[in-house]
């Protein structure tokens, strides 16, 4: 009964290379996020969607592409991967897109060798 | 840019020790959460704290909020090693409808038994 579960938990692979991260919430909440947490832990929204919709793009490289089938769920792709896109890459939803708590996943560990 | 700054980074302390976390910005959030975070896991909300100078209680934990809604501080009393953790303080955008919260850079404790 895990609330926002993401997959794999960790991922070592090679630059260049092309990978997915997968995210899902049995919460019904209305609004999933993606954040990066840097070797110094501080924690950086990186996208917010809202009803499949996409509210928060920050500066991100366009590699990075998130995508949403549906409100419990939302995804991570990530093309050409590069050596600092190494980090722990967390996925997390909330009620509303206010300011409501957020619950987070437990967390995908990106390793690029 | 960061906007909150939390101090300290590290704190080691013995069990039964009383202490003291601050996040303290230039900027004025319309709420403030402190979230905790054990290794490999995402963060766990532990209170949100809304009206200036709010006082929260959570067991051993107190949580103020400013005045001015720029600052916050988590008090812990007779530390114990279930304590241990990452301790996050995440700011809401005053005004913002976006659900964009700012986290702090975290202080690692540590309590020893």
């Known amino acids: 009964d895990t609330a926002v579960s993401q997959t794999p938990k960790y991922l070592v692979t090679q630059m260049g290379n092309d990978k997915s991260i997968k995210c899902e919430q049995n919460l019904g909440h209305d609004t999933m996020y993606w954040y990066k947490q840097d070797s110094k832990k501080f924690l950086k929204i990186m996208f917010s969607y809202n009803n499949k919709e996409l509210i928060i793009n920050e500066t991100v490289p366009n590699r990075f592409s998130p995508k949403s089938p549906d409100k419990a769920h939302l995804n991570l792709h990530i093309n050409s991967l590069e050596l600092g896109d190494s980090a722990v890459y967390f996925c997390?939803?909330?009620?509303?897109?206010?300011?409501?708590?957020?619950?987070f996943g437990n967390g995908t560990r990106l390793t690029v060798t | 840019t960061q906007l909150l700054e939390q101090s300290p980074q590290f704190l080691s302390i013995q069990e039964g020790e009383n202490l003291t976390v601050y996040c303290n910005s230039s900027s004025v959030f319309s709420s403030l959460q402190w979230y905790r975070q054990e290794p490999g896991e995402g963060p766990v909300l532990l209170v949100t704290?809304?009206?200036?100078?709010e006082v929260k209680k959570l067991k051993r934990l107190t949580f103020q909020f400013g005045d001015a809604r720029k600052d916050s501080s988590l008090h812990i009393t007779a530390a114990q090693p279930g304590d241990t953790g990452l301790y996050l303080c995440?700011?809401?955008?005053?005004?913002?409808?976006?659900?964009?919260?700012?986290f702090g850079r975290g202080t690692q404790l540590t309590v020893w038994p």
């Open positions: 704290v809304v009206t200036g100078g």
């Open positions: 997390a939803s909330s009620q509303d897109q206010g300011i409501s708590p957020l619950h």
């Open positions: 995440a700011g809401a955008d005053r005004g913002s409808t976006l659900g964009r919260l700012y």
